[in-house]
């Protein structure tokens, strides 16, 4: 037998083998079923806050930015908020920032989309074996990881400030998911006016809103201290319900009547955004394509 037939016949015996050997079959698992979505979602959302964590601009504005607004406040004018009012300063301001900062890493996330439209990844996604949901939805759950972790943040720099939980461990519980519940609503709507502004227009909207609702709210002073013709507007504004329900669950006060107007504009939100965020996602992921 010739060297070249020795080899050969191994080789020959091996595919023999594998041919008579049962392989284990693996079942293909459809693009659209529930668990592939929740899948593909979890990965997406791994990839954007990797992506975050290693982006120093993002590290910044979601931690290093607000704790310093808040210490801020504190020393500018936290004694003379607290005078005026007769109410501890940081149980306003605490809330504040961490919507505030919820609202301001939405803007940073939304960019991030701009970038991966004009860059092709999100086209190159859509024509690979994803869940056409997962881009969305991935998205949205990272912005909830990131808002948690900045309000947790700032809660823990409030608390070297005076900032307590005087109402119990539920309410603590449920004022950290308030900042959580608003985020995800706000990242449904700069999502939807992302797909279809431009990346310094959209910083310019979001900027003017951020603003208004900042210094138009019941976070620094009540409501009643506004002008007569702009208390209705400052106590029904979103931030001014938020800021009133956690001011309740962490100080005392009111909690029923700002968390349901809370609820309200946040699924408010959600509902009348939802869709057009999802339709706009899928088109720049088409036009990418």
């Not at 609503?185 to 900027?207: D, P, R």
Request: proline letters at 5%; aromatic letters at 8%.
């Amino acid at each position: 037998m010739s060297s070249v037939e020795a080899t050969v016949a191994p080789a020959d015996n091996v595919i023999a083998h594998l041919g008579r050997s049962s392989l284990p079959e693996v079942a293909a698992r459809a693009e659209d079923s529930v668990r592939t979505w929740a899948a593909h979602s979890l990965i997406q959302c791994r990839r954007l806050l990797l992506a975050w964590a290693r982006d120093p601009a993002t590290t910044i504005q979601t931690l290093l930015y607000p704790a310093l607004t808040l210490l801020m406040f504190r020393i500018v004018l936290g004694d003379s908020i607290t005078l005026a009012t007769g109410k501890p300063s940081v149980y306003g301001t605490v809330p504040l920032i961490t919507l505030v900062a919820a609202m301001s890493g939405a803007v940073v996330s939304a960019l991030g989309f701009k970038v991966e439209k004009m860059t092709g990844l999100l086209g190159r996604f859509w024509t690979m074996p994803i869940h056409r949901a997962a881009g969305v939805t991935g998205r949205l759950l990272a912005e909830a990881i990131r808002v948690l972790v900045t309000t947790l943040f700032v809660l823990l720099v409030g608390f070297t400030i005076g900032f307590r939980f005087d109402q119990g461990p539920a309410a603590a519980l449920a004022l950290i998911g308030i900042p959580v519940l608003f985020g995800v609503a706000f990242a449904v709507l700069v999502t939807a006016l992302a797909t279809v502004s431009e990346g310094v227009m959209l910083v310019n909207i979001i900027g003017i809103v951020n603003t208004l609702l900042m210094f138009f709210n019941s976070g620094f002073v009540p409501t009643f201290v506004y002008p007569s013709w702009l208390q209705g507007v400052v106590g029904n504004q979103p931030m001014s319900c938020a800021i009133d329900a956690m001011r309740g669950l962490s100080y005392g006060g009111p909690v029923a009547q700002p968390l349901l107007k809370t609820l309200a504009w946040t699924i408010g939100m959600i509902v009348v955004f939802a869709y057009p965020a999802v339709r706009g996602y899928r088109r720049a992921a088409e036009t990418g394509a």
